[in-house]
């Protein structure tokens, strides 16, 4: 990643309508939110036939198998789920660790699916049932092998030795569209490294609507063990900001992230043209806590100047920040955008 790896992310996912990467807990209670956000990233727009139905079942397939068979023998070992919808291409994305014992089946049930057309897989699957075939973590690669005939593309894998030296093992299953995703395979390792080491819980990229915001938000609420509702909190001032701000939604970039030492949110996004809230984003970079706690009291209660679209937004997160909150304006292949950086 480049010095500002944020920056970096919101220019390789500016063809993307919405991309959604989750590092956190992953607690069961995700299953049924990241099926509302599949469905709601397709919003009302006519979709390929049984696209949404097809990618319902992938996200919460891809999602329970890192569930079910993440490893327990490495303590805080960190998967990461990724979303990517575009005009063109729908694909979901799972990274996590894999113990040394369970890796000989797993790699026999991938070889069992590759190169099969629907049919095969189909009758694979059920041959599978017929024989209750299992493993000691459940299953007999029954779900592969249904993500691979319900996507209508199979699947892609990649194996790789993470920082820990545990082996790290990528699923792709691209659910629609022609063209193949835009994340290389170089690109995908980089961005897992990025997201364990930089604890990124939460990150969205793209336009999203109002009940995607909404879900976003619940899923970090329920982040308890990441203080998940400080998190929460900061992400209603900021995603109040970005509604104020840009109205017509454009492309933004919001992230939250949770690490032994502390709790961040980041933002970026197209620089305001409005003059005050750039006269405010200077102040704040200055201003004392109490000065920021007294300015967003009087704001509330029209008491000063400070009013307009994105005023309390950014002002709301000023206060909730332990140290002066940064904002950058920076200059990005012929685009202006501002970088905000909250400390939690």
């Given at each position: 990643m480049e010095s500002h790896p944020l920056i970096t992310l919101f220019d390789a996912f500016a063809e993307e309508q919405l991309v959604i990467i989750y590092g956190?807990?992953?607690?069961?209670?995700?299953?049924?939110?990241?099926?509302?956000?599949?469905?709601?990233?397709?919003?009302?727009?006519?979709?390929?036939?049984?696209?949404?139905?097809?990618?319902?079942?992938?996200?919460?397939?891809?999602?329970?198998?890192?569930?079910?068979?993440?490893?327990?023998?490495?303590?805080?070992?960190?998967?990461?789920?990724?979303?990517?919808?575009?005009?063109?291409?729908?694909?979901?994305i799972t990274v996590n660790a894999v113990d040394a014992d369970d890796l000989p089946a797993l790699r026999t049930a991938l070889d069992r699916i590759q190169g099969r057309s629907p049919d095969e897989l189909k009758a694979l699957f059920l041959s599978s049932l017929q024989r209750n075939e299992q493993t000691k973590r459940g299953g007999a690669g029954l779900g592969l092998i249904e993500m691979a005939r319900r996507s209508g593309h199979g699947v892609r894998h990649r194996f790789w030795t993470g920082t820990d030296g545990t082996a790290r093992f990528a699923l792709r299953v691209r659910t629609g569209g022609v063209a193949e995703g835009r994340l290389g395979d170089t690109e995908l390792h980089n961005?897992?490294?990025?997201?364990?080491?930089?604890?990124?819980?939460?990150?969205?990229?793209?336009?999203?609507?109002?009940?995607?915001?909404?879900?976003?938000?619940?899923?970090?609420?329920?982040?308890?063990?990441?203080?998940?509702?400080?998190?929460?909190?900061?992400?209603?001032?900021?995603?109040?900001?970005?509604?104020?701000?840009?109205?017509l939604r454009e492309h933004v970039?919001?992230?939250?992230?949770?690490?032994?030492?502390?709790?961040?949110?980041?933002?970026?996004?197209?620089?305001?043209?409005?003059?005050?809230?750039?006269?405010?984003?200077?102040?704040l970079s200055k201003a004392t806590a109490g000065e920021v706690n007294r300015r967003y009291r009087d704001a509330l209660l029209g008491r000063t100047p400070d009013h307009g679209p994105g005023i309390i937004g950014l002002l709301d997160l000023a206060r909730r920040s332990i140290e002066p909150i940064r904002i950058e304006m920076l200059s990005h292949k012929g685009r202006s955008l501002m970088q905000v950086r909250v400390r939690l």
């Open positions: 956190g807990s992953f607690p069961d209670d995700h299953t049924a939110r990241l099926i509302g956000l599949g469905d709601d990233a397709m919003g009302d727009k006519p979709v390929e036939k049984g696209l949404r139905t097809r990618t319902a079942f992938v996200l919460v397939e891809a999602y329970q198998n890192v569930v079910r068979h993440r490893p327990t023998s490495v303590k805080d070992e960190r998967s990461t789920f990724i979303f990517l919808h575009a005009t063109d291409s729908t694909e979901v961005l897992d490294q990025w997201v364990g080491q930089s604890g990124c819980v939460l990150l969205c990229c793209g336009s999203p609507s109002r009940s995607i915001q909404e879900t976003l938000l619940r899923m970090l609420g329920a982040e308890r063990a990441l203080d998940g509702e400080l998190l929460e909190r900061a992400g209603m001032a900021a995603m109040e900001l970005i509604s104020a701000l840009h109205p970039l919001l992230a939250w992230h949770s690490t032994p030492e502390t709790r961040s949110l980041h933002l970026v996004l197209p620089t305001p043209e409005d003059p005050s809230i750039l006269k405010l984003a200077s102040e």
